[in-house]
């Protein structure tokens, strides 16, 4: 609510408010009411005025959202000496926090006026009414003023400045006298009051009072908020706690001569009768919106308190008493009780449900005992004292191990533990506050070793390396103990040493005969103390050593017409390789060059060798000391030819295709694709790089309105390759009967009963036509009709008709528009000549290029004059149906009839599958383009 003082002479008051905020009651008034929406803050004005003048007057607002927990503290039970931690969720805007502990109670730190009168803690009130009635202090505790008289007042600390809240509970049963409180200045002096008065209501007293109308009585109580507005006006409300009926009213203070700062707080019973509750009152949940909120000022003021408990402070064992998160560390049998938070900003406030903090008694810390041994002996774990009615949980690194044991009052045992890890024991009381025990007890793990193969050496050899490709338990030192063989030979037993990284280095006596001698190998952890489990070592001294092992041979790669890479696995201890190649599997021949070739790696590049031809490889491995047995036979077949054939393109979808190619297996190719002209210099672009699995391989390629592909043997030019161009057209058609006159310039079978009448029935309804012209002064013409089974049936005659390279022909669709997909061999490298007779030549271009006309039809050879009855003409169909005619000039251009004024030659793109009539008025020739 928002008002002005009345305007002398003002006729009409005009108030504007900001978006998203609207005015409910009172436009045109000197008091409106404002609903403000989502707003959220902004300038609320108004002006007064007649015929004469216009004044005006704004006040600044900010709107601040009201504070919502959405998440209580929970009720928690720690251990005594640990840490406790309560936490409240709430969101809005500008929001604090202030967290209690209950039933400290208050009232103590006030002054009083006056003689014989108290100001004390109390929980009796009932108001004379039952307890069902709402009351704001049944079962708790709140300020009591119980004499007739009685009064009360403190100091804020800081004077209420524009813009905060004060705000009070007021409960009490008084019928006859008046009780309330008053905010006043530092003299003492009243800047507004508020009482309840002879059980008729309740009255705020100030310099004015607008828009206020005063709920009736209730015994139950009300809530009182004060709202400093401007530092000399005020808004109030009041809401009846029985059923939240609300009245609020705005308006001056009153000015006293102290001045209009409110810096203290009086509470008063003016006619109450000590004993009897129905003239008692009582004051509860009051709170100060200070700007000085902080724990250094609780001891002047306990700003958001409620029921008589003041905020908890940080300091000791007390952190984030101002937050969302209250932390208590270490918590002690005095913070046992019950919690609350009050959340609140600069609207209101609201208070979180109670959180219960449980103290347990820590368990009696007693001693872990076992002390530290290894794993294969085993380490018994116990404490050295217990307490009955306390449960004892053993733990290996945190886990729990086995059931908890029951305190005896004595010392207690685990049992002996075996498994590597640290044991610790937790104690607690019916599963309540854990708490561990001094000390703990360490099971060291049993180390171990893991050789590798046994090694070999030649006699006279003074050492053999032994590796070992794992160990456990950190060994870090070995020892060797040989066999009475062995140092019969002269072998000596290894004390323990530093175990280094693999391999370990065995030292072999000179004079040792050849033979197998044996040992064992022991760990041990010196940091522990730990030793292993010793492992079997063998050491064999031998006349010479064996030779390598034969590797393994792979399938050829990089297969070409001439040339193949042969590739075979590594053997251990090989110093090169042997390779064989032949045309024969029994290797009764070799291949020039390649038989015991010596090869330092594990693959070979052959070459010069015969397209088509099938050949075999095999390897072995050598070293010093001898070669290996040959590897397996490996085979590849070499492609024939360069050339690479594309099979066919059949559609997947409506944008991709299947491209099919033969092969050779084993042979790797590359496909390209382009969407350039084939009549020029195509830009091949690398697609995928397949190697054959069989003897034809299929890709699914992407399509657009015109695609080029071509496969090549791997590594091959393809701009250069003899392999054959393949394509896929999508021309546009007419649709519903229209005329689109096309070529299919891509398809080495053009009969309309074979290829290229299958791929336009593919794409066109039942009842579409083709009508075909033979060339002349008088052009006849033979149609063909599309059937319900996908056949061209021709209307007249019968057998196949095949259209001549680069025909052209009219297409009738039957049905909606659509576009034609012709896939086929790109049959000449973009350039076609045709016959041309004298009269009408229907003619396609040549294999899927952009033709200029300007450029393309120079070699017409037309004589006559300017006009289009003897000068050669060339006519195209437009997609709109219309006619585009050029007439050839004397001086070799082409005249375009659609543009009278030009002078040169004409611009005409013709595109793949389109068509076009050429009238000859001379004698026949030919044209190349």
């Known amino acids: 609510m928002y008002a002005i003082d009345a305007v002398s002479g003002a006729l009409e008051y005009t108030w504007s408010v900001p978006n998203f905020a609207s005015i409910t009651a009172g436009q045109g008034t000197t008091q409106i009411t404002v609903d403000w929406g989502t707003a959220a803050s902004g300038n609320i004005s108004v002006s007064a005025e007649n015929p004469y003048a216009i004044s005006s007057t704004s006040l600044a607002v900010s709107v601040s959202s009201a504070p919502v927990i959405t998440d209580s503290p929970d009720n928690l039970s720690v251990c005594s000496g640990l840490e406790a931690n309560m936490t409240v969720t709430a969101f809005g805007a500008s929001t604090y926090y202030a967290w209690r502990k209950l039933g400290s109670g208050w009232g103590h730190g006030w002054s009083f006026t006056g003689s014989g009168h108290g100001l004390g803690a109390s929980s009796a009130n009932n108001s004379g009414d039952a307890t069902s009635n709402g009351g704001i202090d049944i079962g708790n505790t709140s300020w009591l003023l119980a004499d007739s008289g009685s009064d009360a007042v403190r100091n804020l600390g800081s004077t209420l400045s524009v813009g905060q809240v004060f705000s009070i509970d007021l409960d009490h049963g008084n019928n006859g006298g008046t009780v309330g409180f008053s905010l006043r200045n530092a003299s003492g002096q009243n800047v507004i009051e508020f009482y309840h008065e002879n059980g008729s209501g309740y009255v705020i007293n100030a310099g004015s009072v607008n828009g206020y109308s005063a709920p009736s009585f209730t015994r139950s109580g009300v809530n009182v908020k004060i709202r400093i507005s401007s530092s000399s006006t005020y808004y109030a409300e009041v809401t009846r706690h029985i059923d939240g009926v609300t009245a609020a009213a705005i308006g001056n203070l009153l000015s006293p001569a102290g001045g209009q700062a409110i810096t203290q707080l009086r509470l008063f019973n003016a006619s109450g009768t000590s004993g009897d509750n129905a003239y008692n009152v009582y004051f509860n949940n009051i709170s100060f919106a200070g700007t000085t909120d902080e724990g250094a000022n609780y001891g002047t003021w306990t700003d958001a308190s409620d029921l008589g408990e003041a905020p908890l402070a940080d300091g000791g064992a007390i952190s984030g008493a101002e937050t969302a998160s209250l932390t208590i560390n270490p918590a002690t049998s005095g913070d046992e009780g019950d919690y609350n938070v009050v959340v609140w900003s600069s609207c209101s406030r609201t208070t979180s449900s109670n959180a219960t903090l449980t103290i347990f008694d820590a368990p009696t810390a007693y001693n872990v005992t076992g002390g530290s041994a290894c794993a294969d002996a085993g380490v018994t774990v116990g404490l050295d004292g217990s307490d009955v009615g306390i449960d004892y949980q053993l733990y290996r690194d945190d886990v729990a191990v086995g059931s908890a044991v029951p305190g005896t009052g004595s010392a ?89 990284a693999s391999p370990i280095v065995l030292i072999v006596p000179g004079g040792a005969s050849i033979g197998t001698y044996n040992g064992t190998l022991t760990v041990r952890n010196s940091a522990t103390g730990c030793e292993g489990v010793g492992v079997p070592l063998t050491i064999t001294i031998s006349a010479t050593p064996p030779p390598p092992d034969a590797p393994t041979a792979f399938a050829a790669t990089l297969v070409q017409p001439t040339s193949f890479q042969a590739n075979w696995s590594a053997s251990i201890g090989a110093d090169d390789y042997r390779l064989d190649v ?316 659609a543009n009278p004024n030009s002078t040169g030659n004409t611009t005409l793109q013709l595109t793949p599958g389109q068509a076009y009539y050429y009238i000859r008025r001379t004698s026949d020739t030919k044209l190349t383009f």
């Open 412 to 500: 207690i045992s685990f049992g002996s533990q075996t498994t590597a890890g640290e044991y610790t024991v937790g104690a607690s009381e019916n599963g309540n506050c854990t708490a561990y025990m001094s000390g703990s007890a360490t099971v060291n793990p049993t180390p171990s070793i893991t050789l590798g193969s046994s090694p070999t050496v030649i006699t006279g050899s003074a050492s053999a390396n032994q590796t070992y490709v794992a160990t456990t338990g950190s060994p870090n030192q070995y020892s060797i103990d040989y066999d009475g063989t062995a140092e019969g030979q002269g072998f000596v037993d290894v004390g323990f040493t530093t175990l280094s």
């Open 582 to 897: 032949s045309t024969v599997n029994n290797f009764g021949s070799f291949v020039s060059g390649y038989n015991n070739l010596t090869v330092n790696d594990t693959l070979q590049a052959v070459s010069g060798l015969t397209a088509g031809q099938t050949y075999y490889y095999r390897v072995r491995a050598s070293n010093a000391i001898g070669t290996s047995d040959d590897s397996g036979t490996a085979s590849v077949t070499l492609p024939s030819t360069d050339q690479v054939d594309i099979l066919e393109i059949p559609p997947v979808t409506t944008a991709s295709g299947e491209l099919n190619w033969s092969t050779t297996q084993g042979a790797n190719y590359d496909v390209y694709y382009s969407d350039s002209n084939p009549g020029g210099s195509m830009s091949w672009s690398l697609l995928q790089t397949i190697q054959a699995a069989g003897a034809s391989e299929t890709l699914n390629v992407s399509e657009d309105s015109r695609r080029y592909y071509k496969v090549v043997i791997s590594g091959a030019d393809a701009s250069a390759s003899a392999s054959p161009t393949w394509g896929v057209i999508k021309p546009d058609v007419v649709p519903n009967g229209g005329i689109t006159l096309m070529s299919p310039p891509l398809s080495t079978d053009r009969n309309l009963q074979g290829d290229l009448g299958n791929q336009l029935a593919d794409s066109l309804t039942s009842g579409s036509k083709i009508m075909v012209m033979a060339p002349g002064p008088s052009p006849t013409w033979t149609e063909f009709t599309l059937n319900g089974d996908g056949d061209w049936l021709r209307t007249s005659g019968a057998g196949s008709f095949t259209l001549d390279p680069g025909q052209a022909f009219f297409l009738q669709t039957g049905g909606a528009e659509t576009s034609l997909r012709i896939a086929g061999p790109v049959g000449n490298s973009g350039v076609r000549t045709n016959d041309l007779v004298v009269g009408f030549n229907l003619i396609g271009i040549s294999e899927g290029a952009n033709l200029a006309a300007a450029t393309a039809f120079n070699n017409a050879n037309p004589i006559g004059s300017y006009d289009e009855n003897s000068a050669d003409q060339i006519v195209v169909l437009d997609t709109d149906g219309s006619w585009r005619r050029l007439i050839r000039r004397p001086n070799n251009t082409w005249y375009d009839t």
